[in-house]
């Protein structure tokens, strides 16, 4: 498969990586100096603070090393509508962890993502401790534009890169009883100080979870870089789960542990409001969440400014064609 390369150097020294992606153009950095992230978050900034060291934070915050040696999949090499805009994309973000707010992205730099390690085990032959330096020998990496869309109804369009789940499960090689996935987000409440953490009403950490053919599916991808650069930490660095036929909450941000499990597991926003937040939740523009409609979702891809056009949502996110057929009754 050509637009694999093998090995994926995904974590080398910045002085032996490629040099600055597309994505990263002096024109979108400077539009983000130049005002963008302050006219977005100034409110909660206080003012135009800098950190020390100069450069405007929400900049440095996405400025992770390159990733090199990953070619585009074909199949998700282009889409229906324009990439978002990364300054964007990177400061509107959910990560309950952190905060209710949209403008997470700086506290979510609290996050410590070295050292990391990543728990795979459950009914499995091979239970296994991934370091990211094992990850990155184990799977090579590619990237996948792919649309995203919240439970919300806002929307992104996001050029991920990873490696499919599909690998991770051929590796672990599950026992015939396992039939669901359970992924943990890391928590540490001194570290992470959501919504609840001392009243008990969530069931933290956040966990979500997938049949194991939804896992195995095409589409089901794990990602650890995105806009040609390692996750910031606000996208759920250093490992997180996308999911792009299914609303947003269903892909765990940070994940430190992967299970394989006989019977469906508690997921957090499932036990917290089952109405509102299916087991499935596929992205059906026929099926209203109880509180607003799904037919239609907030693209949100230019900026400077956070704005959105409205697009009618599509079955499946639009990718019917690849599965569909798990849910055929
Ligand atoms: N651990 C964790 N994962 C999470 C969330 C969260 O709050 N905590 N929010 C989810 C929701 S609701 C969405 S829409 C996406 C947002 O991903 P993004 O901020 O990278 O766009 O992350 C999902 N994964
Ligand atoms: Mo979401």
């Known amino acids: 498969m050509p637009y694999l390369h093998i090995p994926p150097p995904w974590s ?10 597309a994505y990263f153009t002096r024109r979108q950095v400077l539009k983000g100096l130049l005002g963008l992230s302050t006219a977005i978050v100034a409110p909660s900034l206080g003012g135009c603070q800098t950190q020390a060291g100069g450069g405007d934070p929400l900049p440095q915050s996405l400025d992770r ?8 999949h074909p199949d998700f090499a282009a889409l229906d509508r324009p990439l978002t805009d990364p300054l964007l994309a990177g400061q509107y973000n959910n990560f309950y962890e952190f905060g209710g707010t949209k403008s997470i992205w700086r506290a979510a730099q609290a996050l410590p993502t070295e050292p990391w390690t990543i728990e795979v085990g459950g009914l499995v032959n091979n239970p296994q401790t991934y370091d990211l330096d094992d990850l990155r020998r184990s799977f090579s990496l590619e990237e996948r534009l792919y649309r995203f ?3 919300e109804a806002w929307s992104m369009a996001l050029p991920w890169i990873g490696f499919p789940m599909r690998k991770l499960v051929e590796a672990a090689d599950p026992k015939p ?4 996935v359970r992924f943990t987000s890391f928590y540490e409440p001194t570290i992470t100080p959501g919504p609840g953490v001392f009243s008990g009403f969530y069931p933290w950490p956040y966990t979500e979870a997938l049949t194991l053919a939804e896992m195995t599916n095409e589409l089901a991808f794990f990602a650890v870089g995105i806009y040609g650069r390692l996750l910031p930490k606000q996208h759920g660095a250093p490992l997180r789960a996308v999911l792009p036929w299914k609303y947003g909450f269903k892909g765990a ?12 597991p508690a997921t957090f926003w499932n ?3 089952p109405k509102e937040y299916a087991f499935e939740s596929n992205v059906d523009p026929t099926v209203p969440h109880p509180r607003w409609s799904q037919a239609e979702e907030r693209f949100i891809s230019e900026g400077p400014n956070l704005s959105w056009t409205i697009r009618p949502t599509l079955p499946y996110n639009g990718y019917g064609d690849f599965v569909a057929e798990l849910y055929r009754t």
């Open 12 to 21: 080398l020294p910045e002085s032996q990586t490629t040099p600055e992606q």
């Open 253 to 264: 941000k940070s994940i430190v542990k992967i299970e394989f499990t006989r019977s469906q």
């Open 177 to 180: 009883e396992a039939q669901f």
């Open 65 to 72: 090393p390159p990733l090199a040696d990953y070619g585009t």
């Open 271 to 273: 036990t917290i409001q």
């Open 149 to 151: 869309r919240c439970v």
